[in-house]
């Protein structure tokens, strides 16, 4: 079946520094894609929708120059925390959906932002 | 903006009991999923539903789609420890192929 890859699945960064989280899709092309942030026990909150070659679709509330998206190629988009703080630490994750009405999420990513 | 309630919140429940979780909106959607995760990992998909009073089954987990397709449930039988995670709902793909999730239950199944 098709498979979404994150990567760093842990990072631990110091305030004021940007991290930086990749998405790819192994088997398949993803025109779209999504990041998602998630609170312990808590649902996924739409962040933003990653368009390959065009800009992101950011949600109310969540600012875009802190969070930068880019969807530079068909199989991988990137999500960049800038200059980090603590409460930027969570779980986040990215999905993509490969033609069909399935949508595949990747393993996740925690940062912890010290 | 399409909202998923899901109910209860929390549930912990001794094994070989059963439960149902349920999903509910006052929106129709095209199809709804329902996932289970654990902690750390992504979302697994368990189920897609697209018909209005669809029913599929999978071992011992049993998921309805509303006939109105507002609404879903799941009911898990005879429960046991390795249910234990977070189960959401999600309703869509919509129109930019997104899912709108629902507000999650974490299941605690008991040894």
């Known amino acids: 079946g098709a498979v979404v890859s994150q990567h760093p699945s842990r990072v631990i960064c110091k305030s004021g520094t940007s991290v930086k989280i990749e998405c790819r899709s192994l088997?398949?092309?993803?025109?779209?894609m999504f990041w998602y942030r998630q609170f312990p026990k808590q649902s996924l909150m739409l962040m933003a929708t990653?368009?390959?070659?065009?800009?992101?679709?950011?949600e109310q509330g969540v600012e875009k120059d802190k969070f930068l998206i880019n969807h530079a190629s068909l199989t991988l988009s990137t999500l960049t925390v800038t200059s980090a703080h603590p409460e930027d630490s969570s779980f986040y994750i990215c999905?993509?959906?490969?033609?069909?009405?399935?949508?595949?999420f990747g393993e996740g990513s925690w940062l912890t932002v010290v | 903006t399409q909202l998923l309630e899901q109910s209860p919140q929390f549930l912990s429940i001794q094994e070989g009991e059963n439960l149902t979780v349920y999903c509910n909106s006052s929106?129709?959607?095209?199809?709804l999923q329902w996932y289970r995760q654990e902690p750390g990992e992504g979302p697994v998909l368990l189920v897609t539903?697209?018909?209005?009073?669809e029913v599929k089954k999978l071992k011992r987990l049993t998921f309805q789609f509303g006939d109105a397709r507002k609404d879903s449930s799941l009911h898990i039988t005879a429960a046991q420890p390795g249910d234990t995670g977070l189960y959401l709902c999600?309703?869509?793909?919509?129109?930019?192929?997104?899912?709108?999730f629902g507000s999650g239950t974490q299941l605690t199944v008991l040894p």
């Open positions: 990653s368009n390959e070659g065009s800009k992101a679709t950011y």
């Open positions: 999905s993509a959906k490969p033609a069909g009405n399935t949508i595949y």
């Open positions: 929106s129709v959607f095209s199809s």
């Open positions: 539903v697209v018909t209005g009073g």
């Open positions: 088997d398949f092309q993803a025109t779209t």
């Open positions: 999600a309703g869509g793909p919509g129109s930019a192929r997104q899912l709108t």
